[in-house]
């Protein structure tokens, strides 16, 4: 899970720095705002035990031993945010001092295990947990839900990093020069492993530590509902904006019906197809600029993987870096607006 | 029935080995050596250019030169390089070795065969030059990057690498939340030392799984109190000395001109790397 320096190419290091920069920014903005100081011991601690949690050998049914790696559970006692500071200080720990993960891919590892993981994790155990009591059953069985489905969502976006080199970054002969599995091994070598092990010691760890808590230690489930309101993200911002998220979702796996319809988008033709529609000449400039810009992904397609989970890739791929734009840009434009 | 080393005995084995990279690196940092002496600013700006031309070169040889000044380095650092050389390249073979291997055939990595193992009508099975040149490049990347990132380690106190992070930009309140969390995760990982020893010193025979499974899950949750009942201790010390939130660091480096010289030289290498 800890990608170590030489997988990634530089590029899509600084792309995962790029990711994960906005998500650092708000979490030190948001802590900040609510109790600075009382935060910095409670996160440094909360980093100190991930940590060290990473270390513990779980005992799986069947003799074998696995690792787990704890963003859920810091996520559910200390909510998302902080989590994102406290896993990424473990992980730099690891990553600086004992070389557990590289120092250029420590971007796509805190992607992928400080916000991926807290993020999904905390809000599928609110989303199964409810507004249940603090003893009630729902809490555990959340927990180990959200450790199993956020663990194996960060792997994905593991295998989908990785897997994405050899398509961008080739020497001339083909060589791959960075990790030199395409999408379609490095996804099923990183989903069967953990779908069968690893994410299974992350739900055994989340669950039964949420279950001792509700027995011996309330309070720790209490925290942050302890802390002022601001502190605590709500799930999605509103019911609407909630069934916004659902229709995109419905949207993306849709995505492939784009395959069923026969040619082009009206009006998107290249030089190639105009030429098929029995057009008689080619506008020169048309000619001439076609190739300037290629695509990252042409035609939707990646190379190696079936037509239609290409097309659900692309989506994903796309309306994340939509997202991200929109959301960086509402945030700068909120930000401008205030200071007047 | 075999002996098999369970949970708690990887578990200490693992918390052991930590304990003691991180005591040994310590006592190396304190030695006199060339990269000992140099200013830590300038090591980390220089060995991130070096971690970048690693990555982005595109000549194995020139990445294998890489290795040869960073092992000139260590030496130059009194670093024992037997050591040094066997921390990287012992276990490599498990873990980026493993996963280079398939890439050598042509089944994952097609392109002109070199070798042919297994020639029928139907299937053709070779190591290509384009596999074989992806997979050394592959684990040459990752030992010449981890060497790298270990002896920067091994030739700076932890502390004053901290401080030379501020450089970097990053917030104050980020390094001073990663200074205690190192500081704090020694203790943690002595307490869970002794919660394991202490279970092993009182187990006898073989416990049945799920009864290992409840013990693990309580000795976690109780590290977990602990580290949540130890902030709000650490919180009120730091506020009884003054602490209002903001972290302030004593800078005292001062840039020598032999940190001129070396930062200037290695840039220069990086740099030369990259370009050839």
Known sequence: MHIPDGYLSPASCAVMYAAATPFWYRASRKVKRVLTARMVPLIALFAAFSFVIMMFNIPLPGGTTGHAVGSTLVAIILGPWAAVIAISVALAIQALFFGDGGVLAFGANCFNMAVVMPFVGYYIYHWISGRSELTSLRR??????????????????????????????????????????????????????????????????????????????????????????????????????????????????????????????????????????????????????????????????????NANLGYILSAVVGIVLVSLVTWLVSRIVVRQSTKI | ??????????????????????????????????????????????????????????????????????????????????????????????????????????????????????????????????????????????????????????????????????????????????????????????????MFLARQSRTVGQMPGGENRRWIAASASTLLAKSYHLSQEVYLAMLSRGFRGEAQMLDTFRLKPSDWLWGATLLALALLAVLM
């Open chain 2, 1 to 194: 029935m075999r002996a098999r080393r369970g949970f708690i005995e990887r578990s200490i084995a693992d918390i052991t080995a930590t304990l003691e990279k991180a005591i040994f690196s310590e006592e190396l940092a304190r030695k006199e050596g060339l990269l000992q002496n140099l200013d830590p600013r300038m090591k980390v700006i220089t060995f991130l250019a070096l971690l970048l031309a690693v990555s982005l070169s595109q000549g194995l040889l020139i990445i294998v030169a890489l290795y040869f000044l960073t092992l000139l380095l260590a030496w130059r650092s009194r670093i024992p390089l037997g050591f040094f050389i066997k921390r990287v390249w012992l276990f490599m073979p498990f873990f980026t070795g493993m996963v280079a291997l398939p890439a050598l055939f042509n089944i994952f990595t097609p392109g002109e065969p070199i070798v042919t193992l297994w020639q029928t009508e139907r299937f053709h099975l070779a190591i290509t030059i384009q596999g074989l040149r992806t997979a050394t490049f592959l684990v040459l990347r990752v030992g010449v990057s981890v060497s790298l990132a270990l002896l920067s380690v091994l030739t700076t106190p932890w502390a004053t690498l901290l401080k030379a992070l501020h450089i970097l930009r990053l917030p104050q309140v980020f390094i001073l939340i990663l200074g205690m969390a190192y500081r704090y995760a020694f203790l943690l990982l002595h307490t869970a030392n002794s």
């Open chain 1, 140 to 305: 555990p069985i959340g927990a180990a839900v959200a450790g199993y489905v956020a663990l194996t969502i960060a792997a994905l976006f593991t295998a989908v990093e990785l897997g994405l080199q050899p398509y961008l970054f080739r020497a001339a002969d083909g060589t791959p020069l960075y990790a030199p599995y395409g999408l379609s091994v490095a996804i099923p070598a990183m989903m069967g492993p953990h779908l069968l092990v690893a994410s299974v010691v992350e739900a055994l760890v989340t669950g039964s530590i949420i279950s001792y808590l509700q027995r011996v230690n309330q309070p720790l489930l209490m925290l942050t509902t302890e802390l002022p309101a601001e502190a605590r993200e709500r799930a999605v911002a509103s019911p609407r904006a909630r069934i916004l998220w659902v229709g995109l979702a419905i949207l993306i796996l849709l995505a492939p019906l784009g395959l069923l319809a026969p040619g082009t988008a009206w009006g998107e033709w290249g030089g190639e197809e105009l030429r098929e529609l029995g057009l008689g000449f080619i506008p020169e400039g048309l000619e001439r600029l076609g190739g300037i810009w290629p695509a990252p992904i042409p035609d939707y397609e990646v190379p190696g993987l």
